[in-house]
Structure formats: C-alpha cells, structure tokens
C-alpha cells in the first residue's frame, strides 16, 4: 500500500452494496431535491462542449455518468474497483444502448494510471475521498488524470454532521469507514494536494439517502423517510 493511502473501506464490502441495492443511473432533476442542488452548482462550472472528457472515481451504480453525457456533451469515463459494481454499470449502459463516448475501468485509484494521466478536463467524485485516511493523498492521485486547466469535482456528505453521526448509533461500522471532513477541512486538503479552490460550501441541509446502508432496517425507514419531509420542506431554503 502505498504511503498515505490506507483506505477505510475494501472491494468486498462495496461488493455487498452493489449486489443487494437497487440502482438508478439517471440523475434528473425535478423529483430529487438533493440531485436538483447538485445540478444547480455543476451549471457554474461546467457548460456543453462535445470535446471534453469527463471521468468519475467511485462510478459504480452512477447516477451522473448518462446524464453529464446527454446534458454537457462530454466523453465521459468511469473508474471503480468493485467488479459487481463496474459489470452492473456496464450492462446498464448495454440494456440503454447507451454510448458514452469513453468507458468504465475497472481498476483501483491506487493503481497504475499511466495510461489515463493528463486525459481529463474534469475528474468528479461523490462520496469518495473520505474513505481514506488522507484525502490530501488520494486528491493527488485525482490530480495527475487532469489536462492542464482542467478541474476537480468533489462532493462528499458531511461527515462533522449530526445527521451523519446517526450511524454511530445506527451501525457503527459505516460510522468507522469515514474520515470526518467539515467544509473547512475540504477546502484546506484541497489546497495541500496543489489544487487552486474555486469554490467550497455546504450544498443543502442534508442528504437522506446517506442512511440507507444503516442497521437496523426499521430504523433505516424511520430515520429515511422523515428525512425526506424534511429535505423537501427546507429545500426552498438551500436554493437561495
């Protein structure tokens, strides 16, 4: 392993995730609030144009990869080391007869990518660089796939939240997978991996959906749905 990259989390249990959720591989808006949010903050940095190329780390069961193709135009990759989640992902894409213009690679972050350095004007990730110890290492590791001006995109929860401090009750094991990063701490190891911040801040209250691997399950549904009220009664709130 390499130095400053040990991870918090293994293929395995990302195995388990994929085989045992249901996956949705279209983020549109108007139902979601939360994929309304995100949408909204992407338009401020990225605009269609058919040649660039995108790629997003921790692409298994994506709900962005379809969608920034059809929105923005973009060649879009993938990268994950779940096979489970890389061979589902591929046969959606096949079941849609979907191109997209670039492919999944089924590789781990940690490995060679010598043949992807310097190919990429964005490099997204959601939910991925707080499963390592050091996030300034991995963040590195995502800065060598970009072309010169390119740009990183990062969105993680908060895991400094009370809303995500609810595993520690719920399932302490989820709870002990995450690095806890606040927004300060996102902008500061942002900076320490040399990347130029443009932009960091909280994106909405909170993300329900961050609860559905909790234990036990009636209490997943409980603590789910009336997070979901709520998220969609405050939402006219965060998009101001």
């Known amino acids: 392993m390499q130095d400053g990259l040990e991870t918090l989390s293994t293929p395995e249990y ?3 995730i994929w085989e045992n959720q249901a996956a949705s591989f279209l983020a549109e808006g108007g139902a979601d609030p939360v994929i309304d949010l995100q949408w909204a903050l992407f338009s401020r940095f990225m605009a269609p144009d058919p040649t660039k190329k995108l790629v997003e780390i921790g692409c298994a069961h994506s709900r962005w990869l379809i969608s920034m193709r059809r929105r923005f135009g973009y060649e879009v990759h993938g990268i994950d080391y779940s096979e489970v989640g890389c061979r589902s992902m591929s046969q959606a894409l096949a079941a849609a007869d ?7 690679h089924c590789r781990d972050i940690l490995g060679d990518l010598t043949d992807l350095a310097g190919s990429f004007d964005y490099v997204t990730s959601f939910g991925v660089i707080e499963h390592f110890k050091d996030p300034v290492a991995i963040l590195a590791r995502f800065a060598l796939l ?8 990062t969105s993680i929860p908060n895991t400094a939240g009370a809303y995500f401090g609810l595993y520690r ?5 989820i709870y002990d997978m995450h690095e806890i990063i606040d927004v300060s701490r996102l902008r500061h190891v942002h900076d320490d991996a040399g ?4 932009y960091c801040a909280y994106n909405g209250f909170f993300n329900p959906g961050l609860l559905t691997s909790a234990k036990p399950s009636w209490m997943r549904r409980v603590v789910l749905l009336s997070g979901r009220a709520i998220c969609r009664l405050t939402w006219p709130l965060a998009k101001r």
């Open 195 to 198: 990347l130029q911040v443009e």
């Open 146 to 153: 970009l072309r010169p001006g390119g740009m990183v995109l």
């Open 169 to 173: 009750i719920l399932d302490r094991s």
């Open 14 to 16: 990302w195995d388990g």
């Open 98 to 104: 979907f191109d997209l213009g670039g492919k999944i």
